[in-house]
C-alpha cells in the first residue's frame, strides 16, 4: 500500500489548506486513515483520524473545530481541511493508514496503531 500525500504549502495565518492522501491500492483492508504532524524540533503528533467504512471522526484536543478530516471511498483519497491556520500548525504533516481495528480503536492517538505512511506535505504559516 501506498500513500500520497499533496497539498502543503506556505500560507499566511488565519488562511486555509486542504491536503489529500490518495491511497494506491484497494482499500478494503484499511480500518482507518490518519494524519500526524511533526512541528520543526518536536515529536510526532496526532491530529486526526477517520474510520474508512463508518466515517467516524476523530480529533487532537489542541485544534477543537479548525480542522476538519473526510474521506471520499470511490477516489481512495483523505482530506484534511485546516481553517485559521496559525504558525504553530508548521509542521510537515503525514497521512498514514491502519488495518488493526482493536489498535485503532484502543489507540488511534498512537503512530503505532498505523501500519502504512506517506512521505508527508510540508505546511508553513507565517504570522
Known amino acids: 500500500v501506498q500513500l500520497q500525500a499533496c497539498g502543503g504549502g506556505l500560507v499566511q495565518a488565519g488562511e486555509s489548506l486542504r491536503l489529500s492522501c490518495t491511497v494506491s491500492?484497494?482499500?478494503?483492508?484499511?480500518?482507518?486513515m490518519g494524519w500526524f504532524r511533526r512541528a520543526p524540533g518536536k515529536e510526532r503528533e496526532f491530529v486526526a483520524a477517520?474510520?474508512?467504512?463508518?466515517?467516524?471522526?476523530y480529533y487532537t484536543d489542541s485544534a477543537p473545530g479548525r480542522f476538519t478530516i473526510s474521506r471520499d471511498n470511490a477516489r481512495n483519497t483523505v482530506y484534511l481541511q485546516m481553517n485559521g491556520l496559525k504558525p504553530e500548525d508548521t509542521a510537515v504533516y503525514y497521512c498514514?493508514?491502519?488495518?488493526?481495528?482493536?489498535?485503532?480503536?484502543?489507540?488511534?492517538?498512537?503512530?503505532?496503531?498505523?501500519?502504512?505512511w506517506g512521505q508527508g506535505t510540508k505546511v508553513t504559516v507565517s504570522s
Open positions: 491500492e484497494r482499500t478494503f483492508s484499511i480500518y482507518a
Open positions: 477517520i474510520r474508512w467504512s463508518a466515517g467516524t471522526t
Open positions: 498514514a493508514s491502519g488495518n488493526r481495528r482493536s489498535a485503532f480503536l484502543l489507540h488511534y492517538k498512537s503512530a503505532d496503531s498505523y501500519d502504512f
